[in-house]
Structures are given as structure tokens and as C-alpha cells.
T-cell receptor
Framework: GQQVMQIPQYQHVQEGEDFTTYCNSS?????IQWYKQRPGGHPVFLIQ?????EVKKQKRLTFQFGEAKKNSSLHITATQTTDVGTYFC??????????FGPGTRLSVLP | EAGVTQSPTHLIKTRGQQATLRCSPI?????VYWYQQALGLGLQFLLW?????ERNRGNFPPRFSGRQFPNYSSELNVNALELEDSALYLC????WGSGRETQYFGPGTRLLVL
């Protein structure tokens, strides 16, 4: 079955540093979504990417979808303590269900 | 607009008992997904219901089952509870078929099996 991997598993950064998490699927995806889960909370939808090579920005967050629609990345510029949490990617198979990656847990040291 | 709601928020059971968890999707959403999230771990896909039918299930034993009602709310049943079933159970809803499916998660039910 489809597998979605994320690296790194954990990332500790100093406030102000940049952060990137990578998501890789074993199969081609129809779209990919990113979610953030704060400690003790539930996943919250961040963004959806649909087109090959698509790049979207949300303030300090930049999301990319690979040309082959099998990988994606989330980059945060100048992290803040409010960025703390676990970032999940979720790949949607054509006609199938979402498959979530294991997540990257980000901690930001003030 | 009300978000996804789940009940109960917390549930304590003993081994061998049965647990029933409930989820109400966002109005207009026809799909409901169930996930298990053990402490500090990722989301493990359990079940997906759409328009009252089970569309897919994850790699979980048959004692995990559920259903979706005509009003699109859903129930997750876990029979013969085991200690390792202790986890946060998340429900999410979406409108399937739009090509822009986004999952909206509820706050979850924390199940503790003693």
C-alpha cells in the first residue's frame, strides 16, 4: 500500500532560525495537504497543493509540491515560539483515502 | 458554523469492555474519517465512511468497527478492549468528491484502557 514518509522526525531550532520538513510518498498523489498539531491539540488544516510543481506561501510558511507529485516540503522562515507543534503531511491517492505521514515535531527554543 | 464534534471527550474502560465513540461532522460534509493517535505518535488511519458506506479501513483488527448514520454522524466501536487501545481517537470530516477535499478534525476522544 501507499506509504508516506517525513523527515526529520524531530527538529529543534533556535528562535529566528529556519525550518524545513520533507514529505515523500511511495506513489503519485492527486493532492497533498499539510496539517499542524499543537501539543495537546488536534490537527488543523494548513494548506492543500494540487498541481505539479505548485508553490504556495502563507506569511512565513512556504509549501512546495514536487514535479512528480510524490514529494512535498514545508519551509518556515525565521521560526517563532508559536510555530511549535507537529507538522503532518497527508497524501491523497486517486480515488482512495488520505495517508498521513508520521509527522515532524518542531520545538523552538527562545 | 459549528465544527466537528466528538463525544465523550474522555473515556475510561477496563480490558475486555467495549467502547463507543461518536462524531458529528460539519454540516454539509458527507465523509467521516477515524484515526487513532497513540501518545506522541502519528495518525493511524482507522476507517473512512462516505454517504453511509464504509469506503476503506486501515490495518486494524475487526474488533474496530463503526458506522455512519443517515445524518452523516458516525460511531466508532471498539470491542474487547486491550491496554494498547489507549489513545486519542480523532474524527475528521470532509466533503468528498469536490477535488479539494480538506479534513477538519474534531477535538478527539481520549480513551484510557485499564
Amino acid at each position: 500500500g501507499q506509504q508516506v514518509m517525513q523527515i526529520p522526525q524531530y527538529q529543534h531550532v533556535q528562535e529566528g532560525e529556519d525550518f524545513t520538513t520533507y514529505c515523500n510518498s511511495s506513489t503519485t498523489l492527486s493532492n497533498i495537504q499539510w496539517y499542524k498539531q499543537r501539543p495537546g491539540g488536534h490537527p488543523v488544516f494548513l494548506i492543500q497543493l494540487v498541481k505539479s510543481g505548485e508553490v504556495k506561501k502563507q506569511k512565513r510558511l512556504t509549501f512546495q509540491f514536487g514535479e512528480a507529485k510524490k514529494n512535498s516540503s514545508l519551509h518556515i522562515t525565521a521560526t517563532q515560539t508559536t510555530d511549535v507543534g507537529t507538522y503532518f503531511c497527508a497524501g491523497l491517492n486517486y480515488g482512495q483515502n488520505f495517508v498521513f505521514g508520521p509527522g515532524t515535531r518542531l520545538s523552538v527554543l527562545p | 458554523e459549528a465544527g466537528v464534534t466528538q463525544s465523550p471527550t474522555h473515556l475510561i474502560k477496563t480490558r475486555g469492555q467495549q467502547a463507543t465513540l461518536r462524531c458529528s461532522p460539519i454540516s454539509g460534509h458527507t465523509s467521516v474519517y477515524w484515526y487513532q493517535q497513540a501518545l506522541g505518535l502519528g495518525l493511524q488511519f482507522l476507517l473512512w465512511y462516505d454517504e453511509g458506506e464504509e469506503r476503506n479501513r486501515g490495518n486494524f483488527p475487526p474488533r474496530f468497527s463503526g458506522r455512519q448514520f443517515p445524518n452523516y454522524s458516525s460511531e466508532l466501536n471498539v470491542n474487547a478492549l486491550e491496554l494498547e487501545d489507549s489513545a486519542l481517537y480523532l474524527c475528521a470530516s470532509s466533503f468528498w468528491g469536490s477535488g479539494r477535499e480538506t479534513q477538519y478534525f474534531g477535538p478527539g476522544t481520549r480513551l484510557l484502557v485499564l
